[in-house]
């Protein structure tokens, strides 16, 4: 509910304040973003299809845990990410660089805005590892039964957030939105797909990992 609000708050806001690279320039690199390599693309800007799956990635934490959101905000401070994430709003039009956002501002992300928003993902997604275990271990079992995974009741409720936030923010215009909004099977395994991915981040060296994963075929 409380998320709701700020995303109508922000959508107004959106109209009034441009975006402006003025406003998330880096003075003093975080030691967080020094961690992950930069690589050379030709305008040092990030793929859409980054910026998208970044966003999905948080979207499903947000859908393993209620409350995320905030927690997310905290997560940038204790990643002394302030001067790229300094508020709720801040973090809001990071994440609407995302094409398949109702919201999408057509912006593409700088390297260390991207990198903030890597890191946030790595540091939520690592206290939940335990629980996307259970779930991964659940669908394998659902699907060596030949039942439907939105059947289990361990990952009903992960996958009825994730069908929720997702049917509220992702543009039905978008053909592959519209695509998995119109299969409950298909949103089910892709929102699977996003729990296995954010597993992958989790590990010692996940951060640089998934960093790294999203680059491919993207470097210039």
């Known amino acids: 509910m409380a998320f709701g609000l700020l995303c109508s708050f922000a959508q107004l806001s959106l109209l009034t304040l441009p975006m402006s690279d003025a ?6 690199q975080a030691a967080v973003l020094k961690t992950l390599p930069d690589f050379p693309l030709s305008n040092q800007r990030c793929a859409s299809q980054l910026q998208q799956r970044l966003d999905l990635l948080l979207l499903a934490i947000e859908a393993l845990d209620v409350g995320s959101a905030s927690k997310m905000l905290a997560s ?25 956002r109702r919201s999408y501002n057509r912006t593409l992300l700088t390297l260390d805005q991207a990198k903030a928003l890597t890191a946030i993902a790595h540091y939520q997604a690592k206290p939940l590892n335990v629980t996307m275990r259970q779930l991964l ?8 039964k030949q039942l439907p995974v939105g059947t289990n009741f361990l990952l009903s409720d992960y996958l009825d957030q994730f069908r929720s936030h997702f049917s509220s923010r992702m543009n039905p215009r978008r053909a592959k939105v519209s695509v998995l909004l119109a299969s ?14 954010l597993l992958f981040c989790t590990g010692t060296i996940g951060m640089e990992r998934l960093w790294i994963s999203l680059f491919d075929g993207e470097v210039a």
């Open 76 to 100: 940038a401070e204790d990643l002394g990410l302030q001067s790229i994430v300094p508020h709720a709003l801040a973090l809001w039009r990071l994440r609407c660089t995302n094409p398949w």
């Open 23 to 28: 406003a998330v320039v880096v003075e003093e």
């Open 137 to 144: 271990i659940a669908e394998r079992q659902m699907r060596a």
């Open 184 to 197: 409950e099977s298909a949103m089910d395994d892709f929102a699977l797909g996003l729990l296995n991915q």
